[in-house]
C-alpha cells in the first residue's frame, strides 16, 4: 500500500477526552473514530489489526474442535423469554420494536439463539460434543462506555457454545477452551493469566477470566506471580486427549478476581511470589449445565435411551477489546510497538527524499520485491519531511522500518530499523530484503 493513496488519518494530539494511552494511540494512529458514545468506526489501519486479531482467535478455535458459524446480530424478544433473560437483563440490553410492533433486541450474547439451533436438530448423544462458535457485534448499553474499546457499547466478541451429554464431557469442552485460550493470547504477545470468576447464581467452580496484568485495567486482580510467566501449552496438544493435567498446573496456583477473592488464601502464598495488580478481562469462560437447555428443552437421548438436557458452557473473547489490552501491554513514548502476529503491516518504507530520483527508484523496487514476496508493505511515498515520515512510522508501531536516504543510496545501502528495540542496521537493499522475506 502507497501511503499516498491510504487513508491514515494520524493525530497531533489525542482528544483530551481519551484517558488511557491505548484509547489516545487508537485515535492518534487513525485506527478508529468515535461516532456514537462507546461505538465506534473501524479504520483502515484499525480494521487490519482488528481482522488479524479475529482470524487468531478464530485459527485457535478451529484448532480445538469448534466450528464457526454465524448468528445474526438481531434477536427475538420471545427467545429470551424462554429462557427467563428478557426481562433479567435490565437496562443493558438495547431493544428494538420493528415495523410490525414486534419486539426484537440487539444481541448482547448468543446462549438463547445457539441453543434454539442445537434443539432444532440434535437429538442423540452421537452427535456430541458439539461447540458452536461464532465471531459477531454485541450491544450492550453499557452505563459508562469508556477506554474507547476497552469498554465499547457495540463491540467484536467471539462467543462459542459447548453441547455435551454428561458434566465429564462438559469439563472435556471446558478444558479445551482453556487451553486454547492460552495459545490464542500469547500468539498475540500477552500474557493473559486465567482467574477464578464468579459463577453467579449457578454456582460451581467452572468459570474463568482470562486477564492481562495492566495498570490501566479495571478489575483488582490477585495471583501467584508464576502464572503470568508459564508458557502456554502450544498447538501440539492432544484436543481429545486428556487435558486435566494442564488445566489443573495453572488452576493449582492461587489467581482470582475481586469479586473472589480470598485474602486468606493469597497470604498464604509466600510474599515474594503474591502479585497484587489490576487487569483487562479479555477473555471468560463458563460452565453452566443445564441453565438453557432445561427452560428452553434442549433435549439430547442418552446411550441408555433417556433424554436428558445438554451439558452446556459459553466462552468469550473480546475480539476488539483486545486492540486496547495489546497496546496496553506493548507501546513507547514514540507510539504502538504491535507484535508481529498482529501488525496491520509488516514493514513500512520511508523514503526521505521523495522525488529525488534514486530515492524513488530504491523504494519502489524494494516496495515491489516485498509485495512480490507477499509481505504487507506500507510504503511511505508522500512530501512530507523525514522527521514527520518517522514520527508516523513510530506512532503505528510497524515492527520494521525500511529507510530510504539519498546518502545511503549513493553508498549502496538502505537502513532497517526494529521499532521494537530501536535496532539500526545499514546494508545493501538486497540484504535487507532476505531479513525481511
Ligand atoms: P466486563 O466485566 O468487562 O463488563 P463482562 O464480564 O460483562 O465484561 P462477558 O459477558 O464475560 O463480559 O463477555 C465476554 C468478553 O467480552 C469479556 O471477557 C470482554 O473481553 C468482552 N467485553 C465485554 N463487554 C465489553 C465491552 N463493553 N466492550 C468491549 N469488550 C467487552
Ligand atoms: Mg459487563
Ligand atoms: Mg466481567
Ligand atoms: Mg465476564
Avoid at 468515535?34 to 481482522?51: D, H, M
Avoid at 466450528?67 to 426481562?87: H, I, K
Avoid at 485474602?263 to 489490576?278: C, H, N, T, V, Y
Avoid at 509485495?371 to 512530507?384: E, P, R, S
Amino acid at each position: 500500500m502507497r501511503l499516498s493513496r491510504y487513508f491514515l488519518p494520524v493525530l497531533k494530539e489525542a482528544p483530551s477526552d481519551a484517558q488511557i494511552v491505548s484509547h489516545q494511540l487508537m485515535l492518534r494512529a487513525g485506527m478508529i473514530r468515535q461516532e456514537a458514545a462507546g461505538i465506534y468506526a473501524w479504520l483502515p489501519l484499525g480494521l487490519r489489526v482488528l481482522n488479524k486479531v479475529e482470524q487468531i482467535v478464530r485459527e485457535e478455535m478451529d484448532r480445538a474442535g469448534a466450528v464457526e458459524l454465524l448468528m445474526p446480530t438481531l434477536q427475538l424478544a420471545d427467545l429470551w423469554r424462554e429462557s427467563g433473560r428478557y426481562d433479567a437483563y435490565g437496562p443493558e440490553m438495547l431493544r428494538i420494536t420493528d415495523r410490525h410492533e414486534r419486539e426484537l433486541l440487539y444481541g448482547p450474547t448468543n446462549e438463547e439463539m445457539v441453543t434454539e439451533i442445537f434443539r432444532a436438530s440434535v437429538r442423540s448423544y452421537k452427535d456430541l460434543p458439539k461447540n458452536l462458535y461464532h465471531v459477531q457485534w454485541k450491544f450492550r448499553d453499557e452505563r459508562r462506555p469508556r477506554f474507547g474499546v476497552m469498554r465499547g457499547r457495540e463491540f467484536l466478541m467471539k462467543d462459542a457454545y459447548s453441547f455435551d451429554l454428561d458434566a465429564e464431557g462438559a469439563r472435556k469442552s471446558y478444558n479445551r477452551m482453556f487451553v486454547a485460550y492460552l495459545n490464542l493470547y500469547a500468539r498475540m504477545g500477552l500474557k493473559a493469566v486465567p482467574m477464578r470468576a464468579d459463577t453467579g447464581p449457578i454456582g460451581g467452580d467452572l468459570s474463568h477470566e482470562f486477564i492481562v496484568l495492566a495498570e490501566t485495567g479495571e478489575s483488582a486482580v490477585f495471583c501467584h506471580k508464576d502464572l503470568v510467566e508459564m508458557d502456554p501449552p502450544g498447538a501440539d496438544v492432544d484436543w481429545y486427549g486428556d487435558l486435566q493435567p494442564l488445566v489443573d498446573q495453572r488452576t493449582a496456583l492461587y489467581a482470582a478476581t475481586e469479586e473472589m477473592h480470598d485474602e486468606a488464601a493469597f497470604d498464604a502464598i509466600p510474599e515474594g511470589d503474591r502479585l497484587s495488580a489490576r487487569g483487562i478481562e479479555v477473555g471468560h469462560i463458563f460452565s453452566f449445565g443445564t441453565k438453557y437447555s432445561e427452560p428452553m428443552k434442549a433435549y439430547v437421548m442418552g446411550p441408555d435411551g433417556k433424554e436428558t438436557p445438554a451439558q452446556m458452557g459459553s466462552y468469550g473473547v473480546g475480539v476488539s477489546r483486545l486492540l486496547g489490552a495489546i497496546i496496553e501491554a506493548s507501546h513507547d513514548e514514540g507510539g504502538i510497538i504491535w507484535p508481529e502476529s498482529v501488525a496491520p503491516f509488516h514493514v513500512g518504507i520511508v523514503n526521505m527524499r521523495q522525488g529525488d530520483a534514486a530515492c524513488d527508484a530504491a523504494c519502489d523496487s524494494a516496495y515491489k520485491a516485498l509485495q512480490a514476496a507477499g509481505v504487507d508493505v506500507l510504503y511511505d511515498d508522500t512530501d512530507a519531511r523525514g522527521g514527520a515520515k518517522f514520527a508516523t512510522m513510530d506512532l503505528i508501531g510497524l515492527p520494521w522500518q525500511l529507510i530510504v536516504g539519498p546518502k545511503g543510496v549513493a553508498e549502496g545501502v538502505v537502513e532497517l530499523k526494529n521499532r521494537k528495540t530501536g535496532e539500526r542496521v545499514s546494508e545493501p537493499l538486497d540484504a535487507v530484503l532476505a531479513r525481511l522475506t
